[in-house]
């Protein structure tokens, strides 16, 4: 198979390796044959998970055959190159939805599978592996191997959320949840504080089937925290207007044609655009439809919004505190960055539910926080390990997906369930062939603790 040497990033542009890269063009060509590599599908996890230094990085984007779909019983066989977007693209018209989606939808099956990822319902449905029945798994023998959580189940949960270092993700059998329109009716709640932000998030009387906070991450004092609840639910037939019926949603294709200059984002810049969405969204005191991509995938109307972030690219830091701790340990974290000044243009808090079976996944029953946070300078990085010591403090864990600079051993005391992971992984790939940036930045498979 051809191969080509490149420079690659994550989503967000930063770090940036010389990569060789292969692209197959049909399902019998992905290979485990070469020593360290890493699948890589739509490239939208932030860091490096995706990345490969000096090694092979299999680009699976042209494996992306829709294999089955039981539109009966709401089942999809696919192979794991597929988007989100084209999955939705053929299921919404036929009355069904995926069980959860991350926030967008331009990322692949096998990545969501990867990364065990987590929506504005996790509180109530899990997380993307709960609602996954099967997954054909290329080990690094060349075997295929069908796995699912009663068969090979050990080796299914060390790969759901398991990062693409147990092998790659072939095809994958989901199950779907049913739908009347692709349509979300929603409710903003503001909150003045954080305080109230929790006690909203906490209301069994407003909650509902999805629900996400925004947070002007420049707030503080008093109104630190602030910021607005949205909740909302797949909206039934008689919820909706004549206007309404059709699942046919519009698409808006605007991008960002350059990278905007470094100084664009900064603390009063963003406080402008957080102050007037505050008041904006803080108006929306009735219910009222939106789209399924307005609700989940607002982002993807813009090509390329990570570019407006700058050549130097930017951090996502998305942690999670556990329950009983949250508030002070969100509260702790958001009183950091606002003394820091540095702007984080997305501030977003869910609440999770059920810790995650996988046994590298992220959730926990907690709050996760998300920053956006533009590399201006090596400031950054210091201000970013003072909030891993908050995290660690409260006992909760970064996420791998959006992490591209966590240590070693603060990995090992996030995770832990590691130890178990590794001895799967150690079985069933003893000469490490799948490996990443990320697994060696972590010394994953380097030895237990």
């Known amino acids: 198979m051809p191969t080509l040497t490149t420079n690659l990033t994550g989503w967000g542009r930063y770090p940036t390796y010389s990569c060789e890269l292969e692209r197959p063009e049909r399902y019998v060509d992905l290979s485990s044959s070469v020593h360290s590599q890493i699948a890589r599908g739509q490239g939208r996890s932030y860091g490096d998970a995706a ?19 039981d539109v009966q019983r709401g089942i999809l066989r696919s192979e794991a190159g ?6 939705l693209e053929v299921i919404v018209p036929k009355g069904w939805f995926l069980p959860v989606t991350p926030g967008t939808k331009f990322v692949s099956l096998g990545g ?5 990822v987590h929506g504005k319902n996790h509180h109530h449905e899990g997380s993307f592996g709960d609602h996954v029945i099967s997954i054909e798994l290329i080990l690094a023998d060349g075997s295929q191997l069908l796995c699912s959580s009663t068969e090979n189940s050990a080796l299914f949960w060390a790969t759901v959320g398991g990062m693409g270092l147990t092998g790659i993700i ?6 779907l949840t049913p739908i009347q329109s692709g349509y ?3 409710q903003n ?3 003045e504080n954080l305080g109230q932000m929790f006690s909203l998030m906490q209301d069994a009387m407003i909650d509902d089937r999805y629900s996400v906070a925004w947070i002007d991450s420049m ?6 925290g602030r910021g607005v609840v949205m909740c909302g639910h797949h909206a039934v037939e008689d919820e909706l207007s004549n206007n309404f019926h059709s699942t046919n949603i519009p698409k808006i294709n605007r991008s960002i044609p350059f990278d905007c200059p470094s100084w664009m984002l900064n603390s009063s810049s963003v406080s402008m655009f957080n102050a007037l969405y505050y008041k904006r969204e803080s108006g929306k005191r009735e219910p009222f439809i939106s789209s399924y991509d307005s609700f989940f995938y607002p982002l993807d109307t813009i090509g390329q919004w990570n570019r407006m972030y700058g050549k130097r690219g930017f951090v996502q830091y998305q942690c999670v505190v556990p329950d009983s701790l949250a508030f002070e340990g969100i509260t702790l974290l958001l009183q950091k960055l606002s003394a820091s000044r540095r702007p984080s243009f997305l501030a977003v808090l869910k609440r999770l539910g059920a810790e995650g079976r996988g046994m590298l996944s992220f959730p926990i029953a907690g709050y996760t926080l998300a920053l956006d946070l533009p590399i201006r300078d090596e400031g950054l990085f210091v201000l970013l390990n003072e909030l891993d010591e908050i995290v660690l403090r409260y006992g909760g864990r970064v996420y791998l997906a959006k992490d591209a600079r966590l240590s070693a051993d603060s990995f090992c005391s996030m995770y832990p369930r590691y130890d178990e992971w590794l001895k799967i992984k150690q079985r069933i790939d003893p000469e490490n062939k799948f490996s990443s940036s990320l697994s060696r930045r972590l010394s994953i498979n ?3 603790r």
């Open 189 to 191: 709640h503001t909150a």
């Open 446 to 448: 380097e030895g237990t």
């Open 219 to 224: 707030a503080s004092g008093s109104l630190l």
């Open 184 to 186: 979300v009716k929603v």
């Open 82 to 87: 597929v988007t989100l977007a084209d999955i």
């Open 112 to 116: 969501c599978v990867a990364a065990d």
């Open 170 to 175: 072939g095809e994958v059998t989901l199950k």
């Open 51 to 69: 990345l490969n230094e000096n090694a092979y990085v299999l680009l699976t984007e042209r494996v992306n055959r829709l294999l089955e779909l």
